[in-house]
């Protein structure tokens, strides 16, 4: 009896240790999604009129501060276009607030592509948290300042305004290291019931 107490209690503590070091290896994404309406051209094909959503992953750790707001780097950045499909953005973007103007948006290589919507919500928002739906008019501008290159080709859209729907959330991810953590936890707790059977 006394066995099966020493065991049970020798899998409580590892199976304690493996949740807090689980629980306490995660990293907090922000992932922005923004719509629109525009025509441009992709590869040097044109579209007209088309859909398309903008979709940033960035970590909320890499937030920093400019004067009037913040911005952040983006780990992976795509968008879907109506009757293109969906591609990956292959250079360098950002998510900013400038809470000054009360406005985000949407920036690449050298400068702000879209801008908007504007929302008296966005003069107290750090990207630390999540925010939206907000609904409101953005501008695509400076798409020919620089190469925007994405995995259809480069990427241009026309100049001018367009509805939009700007949603940003804030959420709890794993980082890789945690499942590798978890799994030589439970692997060593079958160890353990393995040798005293």
Known sequence: ???????????????ALATLTVSSSYANTITVT???????????????GAAFTITEIADTSDVTSFLG??????????IWISGVGMLDFTVPTYTFVNQTNA???????CCDLYDGPVNAA?????????????????????????????SGGILVFDNGPSDTVF??????????????????????????FAKRL
Do not use: Y
């Open 69 to 78: 707001g913040f911005d952040v780097a983006d780990t992976s950045a795509s």
């Open 1 to 15: 009896m006394a066995r099966v107490t020493k065991l049970f209690l020798t899998v409580l503590v590892l199976g």
């Open 34 to 48: 923004q719509t629109g309406v525009g025509s441009g051209t992709i590869g040097g094909a044109p579209f007209n």
């Open 122 to 150: 966005f003069s107290t928002w750090n990207m630390l948290s999540s925010i939206g739906p907000i609904s409101g008019t953005a501008d695509l501008i400076q798409w020919t300042a620089n190469s925007v290159d994405t």
């Open 103 to 109: 406005v985000v948006g949407v920036g690449g290589p």
């Open 167 to 192: 949603t940003a959330t804030v959420g709890t991810v794993p980082e890789p290291a945690s499942g590798a953590l978890l799994l030589t936890a439970l692997l060593a707790i079958g160890v353990i």
